[in-house]
């Protein structure tokens, strides 16, 4: 069974995961503040815009005047594709994503489905996950959340910030056990200089590299280089 693949929107990585990321596949970014997380997701989302998939970024953090201002930068005008149906931005709290949890969906179920969401972005997933006091409650939400994409027949990105050091990244278990991919940006200084680096974890179904390949951000956003880089 051919597996069916669509395209990250970033520059150099769909050549690492044979092409794409699996449709309706759950994958988790991670990485610390300023390493690209957010950058990669939306190129996510805007590669979904140019192929008439609508995306709905779901956010704990980012305001939107600011993230539509600082996307300008990159050239990217998320106010015209949201004005033709192809881009939604949602703030919540994460107390309000708990309740969606309970409600088996609620108001986001009826967007998804007004729409036709083919993408979706939730960043980031941290904030979420410090609702849950003890691992068992958090290993439920995080299925919860899972069905409920797998329901809504999206491909997903969960962002989630922690620190990457000697390959140990601190995160919730219960999303790097559940999820369909792992990957880590890394941000690290050595000998003065920033260097910026891409790993794949893992990814389900997937032949990956075992290397780590060097990232360059721009004016015109992320993308992956050829260099093989050590963190």
């Not at 960043?123 to 068992?136: N, V």
């Amino acid at each position: 069974m051919k597996i069916e693949r669509i395209s990250s929107g970033t520059p150099g990585f769909d050549r690492l995961i044979q092409t794409g990321f699996k449709r309706n596949s759950i994958n988790l970014i991670a990485g610390e503040p300023g390493s690209g997380k957010t950058i990669m997701a939306l190129q996510f989302l805007l590669e979904g815009c140019k192929k008439n998939e609508p995306g709905i970024y779901i956010t704990f953090e980012e305001k939107k005047d600011k993230l539509y201002e600082d996307m300008a930068t990159l050239g990217w005008d998320l106010g015209q594709y949201e004005k033709k149906g192809l881009f939604m931005y949602l703030e919540y709290t994460p107390e309000q994503v708990k309740k969606v949890l309970v409600e088996g969906g609620g108001i986001i179920d009826s967007i998804i489905d007004k729409i036709k969401v083919k993408r979706i972005v939730i960043d980031s997933i941290s904030s979420f996950s410090l609702l849950y006091s003890d691992e068992l409650t958090k290993k439920e939400a995080a299925l919860a959340l899972f069905d409920l994409i797998n329901k809504w027949n999206c491909t997903a990105i969960l962002t989630s910030q922690g620190k990457a050091a000697d390959h140990n990244l601190i995160m919730e278990a219960a999303l790097e056990f559940e999820v369909d991919s792992i990957i880590i940006l890394y941000h690290s200084k050595k000998k003065g200089e920033r260097v910026r680096a891409i790993e794949i974890l893992k990814m389900r179904g997937t032949q990956i590299p075992d290397k780590t390949f060097e990232i360059t951000i721009n004016s015109k956003g992320l993308s992956i280089t050829n260099k093989i880089v050590k963190i």
